[in-house]
């Protein structure tokens, strides 16, 4: 019985990590492609590892099982964020059939400062002159 | 059928054919950023695998090397974030 709930929460891990593979293939555009690796292939490492854990039912095993799984859960959106900001910077082009582009004109391209859109005029200045004076020395 | 033959003749296919499809668009990936993710995602499978083998040959200490290749996917994907942005400020 314990076997077969094995069977099934594997091959549910394995498949969403196949669509994760594929989706990397066959998606447009990097950004897209930043989505299929955060959100499938940690679903699907998550229940592999879950899978694990229901093998060896010892504390010490299942508690390093867990420490991964969280670890994993806890770093991949960062990662995916990180890379994801750095891409933009760097110039990685946005499919030809995308609408909207809302950070387009919202950063500093010199210093990487995002703008929230709702600063006054003199936050403005000051991050204006902030960012002369390296340039005067 | 007995649970490792299950893994062994059906699960590990299936990850090794995502480890392929990953391996190509490691290839063409048209950007830096493309391979980075393809890189990431390459660890990622290899810690679901190295879980599979673990429970194939019931052999548990491998979930130590697991628990590092999670370190070092996030670790990788950062710095190459890092110096990413960095190289292109510099320019």
């Not at chain 1, 499919?95 to 990487?112: A, C, F, L, N, Q």
């Not at chain 2, 590990?12 to 950007?31: C, D």
């Not at chain 2, 810690?47 to 996030?74: G, H, T």
Request: avoid cysteine.
């Amino acid at each position: 019985m314990n076997d077969i709930l094995i069977m099934i929460i594997v091959s549910f891990g394995a498949l969403f990590i196949l669509l994760a593979a594929v989706g990397l293939l066959r998606m447009s555009d990097f950004y897209l492609r930043i989505s299929v690796t955060t959100k499938a292939a940690t679903l699907g490492v998550g229940l592999t590892l879950l899978g694990l854990a229901m093998y060896f039912t010892k504390t010490n095993i299942t508690t390093n099982v867990f420490a991964i799984i969280i670890f994993l859960f806890l770093t991949a959106p960062i990662s995916a964020h990180v890379i994801g900001r750095a891409s933009y910077f760097v110039g990685v082009p946005l499919w030809k059939k995308t609408k909207i582009d809302e950070i387009k004109g919202k950063y500093d391209s010199s210093t990487h400062d995002l703008l929230s859109g709702f600063e006054t005029e003199e936050e403005l200045q000051e991050k204006g002159d902030k960012k002369e004076k390296p340039n005067q020395e | 059928m007995t649970l490792e033959a299950y893994l062994t003749y059906i699960i590990l296919p299936i990850l090794s054919l995502a480890v392929l499809l990953v391996f190509i668009r490691f290839l063409l990936g048209p950007t830096l950023s493309d391979r980075v993710i393809s890189l990431d995602l390459l660890i990622t499978i290899g810690i679901s695998i190295i879980a599979v083998f673990s429970i194939i040959y019931n052999m548990p200490s491998f979930l130590d090397i697991a628990m590092i290749f999670a370190l070092i996917a996030f670790l990788s994907t950062v710095a190459f974030a890092y110096y990413l942005e960095k190289g292109k400020r510099n320019e």
